[in-house]
């Protein structure tokens, strides 16, 4: 399969793990997508109907797929790609024979692909469902993450971070499963996959839940509501609260952990989505809670509950246990002879299955039963069975601990501390390379998110981002930018306020070797600079007027002759353009071509200021924390409501990077464990605030803005580039303010 149209596909699935009700609503067979788009826009959909938990929906999509794939000979790549969403709904469908015979079918067909990393896939594919001893799969294990360094595509490396983790809390090693589930964490929120980031919270929290860690279990809950809410995809909290409600239970909050199997419960019956795996595993963990509760007779109920969800599934394995637990609360209840049969069913099955443990269980329990009902000799009787089991059991495993010599069990070891070390130093590289993305769940937030998504997937289509200064247009720029297929090209931003009028055709255009320039060299301009990446043209109204009809020339013949050249070159590049101007206003007073405006603003995306969408503000300001943080390696602080309240009582002139520079200022300077109001006093507008009544416009914040301006540039020499660093600004607002307050 040619690499583009496999790298093409990728980038679909990841514009899907973004926003995948947005991507549901792409209509493939408009006309406007070739036979091989709408392949690959049917595809993904079937993947997006799986992550949104349609599972009937996404296996009769993806089986339709299947035959049409299988039937016009496309590569295996494709197949494979569409029986990963196949193997997975039938898997949580619960229906075995499918998944399996799917699971063999994807690994006929890795052996005819060229593809190392989706070979990778099946191979982890396969070792989930198969049958492996402990050792076999620590090797497996151990073999993946070797090979994940070779995984550059994100939608590799998170599909390999997301197995190594659960085969890992498969076998029980937790802390291990943590670190692969935060790696791919990071990785996923510096993509902006939003969809992952939830999937891989709800991976967490249930790891937190197996090591009992409350803090990060509780700051991975309420960030899986958050994005749950930014999603829009209600059916994700039964999970989530599933999950919550585990490491209540293994708190021994039983209590708590009632209330949350409950909340999780409403969820699911108010959902038209069928979950019977999700729903068996609610009703059997929740009537744990209510046994430690002695509310046997509710126990028993869900229970109960759980046994008819099993009646037409061959599970047997699954169907004994409940059974089992269903004979324990029935003792528990005083219904002895029901009880006890159940039991006795159970314990013949396990020991044909020479099941030492669940025997050992058994004997143990009915040991206790028998204590309570004062039949000593019975009890007796169990206690000594239990006893000659558990001798079996550790002659097993004396058995099986001398087949592997003294050097295999070192070498294990050091191969697992290895991996911690590797995916701990990776967690860190990627917390560091983490890149800026527009940040928001207000619905204002979500329009620009979306808008930007749909930005992304046009690769001709230029851009437009209106905003006041400081709402992150080039922030938003970049997030269009890495999110389309050109993002391994270059990012070219270009300051238009900070290039001098006579310079703005040599800057562009670039210019030839010769006698009429005068150099010895050629130098590339900006359109050339940007190849077939992106440009984007920060503060596009301090354009002269003369150079717009030169720039709108060569955007219309996408080509352009540089200076003291004859020959033409070629437009390649997207164009994103930004203003903080009135548009209109521009046109009117001819400070900007129409034509040129018509251009540039194919797509156009509009910013609102920071006090337009104060709901956003706690999560900007937890996201500020968490880097600053990480960068000063401080305890994330704890921030009351009335820091809040107060921060959304200011009117943010700077707007979203006035809000950065203050949460960056407090850690540096008056850094808390606890922040709440007060500790803005230390910052000036807040004081200046406070002290004036709360209006700074009207105490003459002009002159206050010019002052500034002049004190940064006497302590930098007149700088321009470090007095806006000084400033928290961009150098663009810096240099519009210098012309505008006729700073010299």
């Given at each position: 399969?040619?690499?583009?149209?496999?790298?093409?596909?990728?980038?679909?699935?990841?514009?899907?793990?973004?926003?995948?009700?947005?991507?549901?609503?792409?209509?493939?067979?408009?006309?406007?997508?070739?036979?091989?788009?709408?392949?690959?826009?049917?595809?993904?959909?079937?993947?997006?109907?799986?992550?949104?938990?349609?599972?009937?929906?996404?296996?009769?999509?993806?089986?339709?797929?299947?035959?049409?794939?299988?039937?016009?000979?496309?590569?295996?790549?494709?197949?494979?790609?569409?029986?990963?969403?196949?193997?997975?709904?039938?898997?949580?469908?619960?229906?075995?024979?499918?998944?399996?015979?799917?699971?063999?079918?994807?690994?006929?067909?890795?052996?005819?692909?060229?593809?190392?990393?989706?070979?990778?896939?099946?191979?982890?594919?396969?070792?989930?469902?198969?049958?492996?001893?402990?050792?076999?799969?620590?090797?497996?294990?151990?073999?993946?993450?070797?090979?994940?360094?070779?995984?550059?595509?994100?939608?590799?490396?998170?599909?390999?971070?997301?197995?190594?983790?659960?085969?890992?809390?498969?076998?029980?090693?937790?802390?291990?499963?943590?670190?692969?589930?935060?790696?791919?964490?990071?990785?996923?929120?510096?993509?902006?996959?939003?969809?992952?980031?939830?999937?891989?919270?709800?991976?967490?929290?249930?790891?937190?839940?197996?090591?009992?860690?409350?803090?990060?279990?509780?700051?991975?809950?309420?960030?899986?509501?958050?994005?749950?809410?930014?999603?829009?995809?209600?059916?994700?909290?039964?999970?989530?609260?599933?999950?919550?409600?585990?490491?209540?239970?293994?708190?021994?909050?039983?209590?708590?952990?009632?209330?949350?199997?409950?909340?999780?419960?409403?969820?699911?019956?108010?959902?038209?989505?069928?979950?019977?795996?999700?729903?068996?595993?609610?009703?059997?963990?929740?009537?744990?809670?209510?046994?430690?509760?002695?509310?046997?007779?509710?126990?028993?109920?869900?229970?109960?509950?759980?046994?008819?969800?099993?009646?037409?599934?061959?599970?047997?394995?699954?169907?004994?246990?409940?059974?089992?637990?269903?004979?324990?609360?029935?003792?528990?209840?005083?219904?002895?002879?029901?009880?006890?049969?159940?039991?006795?069913?159970?314990?013949?099955?396990?020991?044909?299955?020479?099941?030492?443990?669940?025997?050992?269980?058994?004997?143990?329990?009915?040991?206790?039963?028998?204590?309570?009902?004062?039949?000593?000799?019975?009890?007796?009787?169990?206690?000594?069975?239990?006893?000659?089991?558990?001798?079996?059991?550790?002659?097993?495993?004396?058995?099986?601990?001398?087949?592997?010599?003294?050097?295999?069990?070192?070498?294990?070891?050091?191969?697992?501390?290895?991996?911690?070390?590797?995916?701990?130093?990776?967690?860190?590289?990627?917390?560091?390379?983490?890149?800026?993305?527009?940040?928001?769940?207000?619905?204002?937030?979500?329009?620009?998110?979306?808008?930007?998504?749909?930005?992304?997937?046009?690769?001709?289509?230029?851009?437009?981002?209106?905003?006041?200064?400081?709402?992150?247009?080039?922030?938003?720029?970049?997030?269009?930018?890495?999110?389309?297929?050109?993002?391994?090209?270059?990012?070219?931003?270009?300051?238009?306020?900070a290039i001098s009028p006579s310079l703005f055709e040599t800057e562009f255009f670039g210019f030839g070797a010769g006698q009429l320039t005068g150099i010895t060299e050629d130098r590339p301009g900006y359109f050339e600079q940007a190849g077939e990446g992106t440009l984007f043209l920060d503060e596009i109204a301090e354009i002269p007027v003369e150079f717009q009809a030169k720039l709108l020339w060569a955007l219309d013949t996408k080509s352009f002759t540089p200076v003291g050249k004859d020959n033409r070159i070629p437009i390649h590049c997207k164009i994103i353009a930004s203003t903080n101007?009135?548009?209109?206003?521009?046109?009117?007073?001819?400070?900007?071509?129409?034509?040129?405006?018509?251009?540039?603003?194919?797509?156009?995306?509009?910013?609102?200021?920071?006090?337009?969408?104060?709901?956003?503000?706690?999560?900007?300001?937890?996201?500020?924390?968490?880097?600053?943080?990480?960068?000063?390696?401080?305890?994330?602080?704890?921030?009351?409501?009335?820091?809040?309240?107060?921060?959304?009582?200011?009117?943010?002139?700077?707007?979203?990077?006035?809000?950065?520079?203050?949460?960056?200022?407090?850690?540096?300077?008056?850094?808390?464990?606890?922040?709440?109001?007060?500790?803005?006093?230390?910052?000036?507008?807040?004081?200046?605030?406070?002290?004036?009544?709360?209006?700074?416009?009207?105490?003459?914040?002009?002159?206050?803005?010019?002052?500034?301006?002049?004190?940064?540039?006497?302590?930098?020499?007149?700088?321009?580039?470090?007095?806006?660093?000084?400033?928290?600004?961009?150098?663009?607002?810096?240099?519009?303010?210098?012309?505008?307050?006729?700073?010299?």
């Amino acid at each position: 399969m040619e690499k583009e149209r496999l790298e093409a596909v990728l980038h679909q699935f990841l514009l899907m793990y973004r926003d995948p009700v947005v991507y549901m609503a792409i209509a493939e067979n408009n006309g406007g997508f070739d036979a091989d788009e709408v392949i690959c826009i049917r595809m993904v959909k079937a993947k997006a109907l799986l992550c949104m938990y349609k599972l009937e929906s996404a296996a009769e999509a993806a089986g339709e797929l299947y035959a049409q794939l299988k039937q016009d000979k496309h590569p295996p790549e494709l197949q494979i790609l569409n029986l990963f969403t196949l193997i997975r709904a039938h898997q949580d469908l619960g229906n075995p024979h499918s998944m399996k015979s799917y699971s063999e079918e994807a690994n006929i067909l890795a052996s005819t692909c060229e593809n190392d990393m989706l070979k990778l896939l099946v191979e982890c594919s396969l070792t989930t469902f198969s049958a492996n001893t402990l050792l076999d799969e620590e090797e497996r294990i151990d073999r993946i993450a070797d090979q994940l360094e070779n995984a550059e595509h994100p939608f590799y490396r998170l599909s390999v971070l997301n197995w190594l983790a659960f085969a890992n809390r498969k076998n029980r090693k937790y802390d291990l499963a943590l670190s692969f589930y935060s790696a791919a964490y990071e990785l996923s929120r510096q993509h902006g996959l939003s969809l992952s980031s939830l999937e891989i919270c709800l991976g967490i929290l249930a790891s937190c839940a197996n090591l009992k860690n409350l803090e990060m279990g509780e700051e991975f809950y309420a960030l899986g509501n958050r994005l749950i809410a930014q999603l829009r995809l209600p059916v994700f909290e039964a999970i989530l609260n599933f999950n919550y409600a585990m490491l209540k239970y293994s708190l021994q909050d039983y209590k708590a952990a009632v209330h949350f199997f409950q909340k999780c419960l409403q969820v699911l019956n108010s959902s038209e989505l069928k979950l019977p795996h999700q729903l068996f595993d609610v009703y059997t963990h929740l009537s744990r809670a209510l046994n430690h509760l002695d509310m046997g007779e509710q126990a028993l109920h869900y229970q109960l509950l759980a046994e008819k969800l099993l009646t037409d599934v061959g599970d047997t394995e699954r169907k004994v246990l409940l059974g089992a637990n269903i004979g324990w609360s029935l003792l528990e209840l005083g219904r002895w002879d029901e009880g006890l049969k159940r039991l006795k069913e159970a314990e013949r099955f396990y020991r044909k299955q020479d099941n030492l443990e669940m025997q050992i269980n058994l004997s143990r329990g009915l040991a206790r039963h028998y204590r309570k009902r004062q039949d000593w000799v019975r009890a007796c009787a169990m206690l000594r069975r239990a006893d000659e089991l558990s001798s079996r059991q550790i002659n097993v495993l004396q058995r099986f601990r001398s087949q592997m010599s003294e050097n295999t069990l070192k070498h294990i070891l050091q191969d697992s501390k290895a991996v911690q070390a590797k995916y701990e130093s990776l967690l860190n590289e990627v917390s560091k390379r983490q890149a800026e993305r527009f940040i928001g769940n207000s619905k204002a937030a979500k329009r620009v998110i979306d808008s930007a998504v749909l930005a992304s997937m046009h690769r001709d289509a230029s851009v437009l981002i209106q905003g006041e200064s400081g709402t992150g247009k080039e922030v938003l720029a970049r997030m269009i930018h890495y999110g389309s297929p050109q993002k391994n090209l270059p990012f070219v931003s270009v300051n238009c306020a900070a290039i001098s009028p006579s310079l703005f055709e040599t800057e562009f255009f670039g210019f030839g070797a010769g006698q009429l320039t005068g150099i010895t060299e050629d130098r590339p301009g900006y359109f050339e600079q940007a190849g077939e990446g992106t440009l984007f043209l920060d503060e596009i109204a301090e354009i002269p007027v003369e150079f717009q009809a030169k720039l709108l020339w060569a955007l219309d013949t996408k080509s352009f002759t540089p200076v003291g050249k004859d020959n033409r070159i070629p437009i390649h590049c997207k164009i994103i353009a930004s203003t903080n101007h009135d548009v209109l206003e521009l046109i009117k007073t001819n400070r900007f071509r129409l034509d040129l405006m018509h251009r540039l603003n194919t797509l156009e995306i509009t910013i609102p200021p920071l006090h337009e969408r104060l709901e956003d503000i706690p999560l900007l300001v937890e996201t500020f924390a968490r880097n600053y943080a990480r960068e000063t390696t401080r305890r994330l602080p704890q921030i009351r409501d009335s820091f809040y309240d107060r921060l959304s009582s200011y009117k943010f002139p700077g707007n979203v990077r006035e809000l950065k520079n203050i949460i960056e200022r407090i850690f540096i300077l008056y850094y808390q464990p606890v922040w709440n109001s007060e500790i803005l006093d230390n910052v000036d507008a807040f004081r200046r605030n406070k002290h004036l009544g709360g209006s700074l416009i009207e105490h003459n914040i002009k002159d206050l803005d010019k002052e500034r301006i002049i004190e940064a540039l006497r302590k930098t020499g007149g700088k321009q580039k470090t007095a806006a660093k000084l400033l928290n600004m961009s150098e663009s607002t810096l240099c519009r303010k210098i012309k505008r307050y006729h700073i010299k």
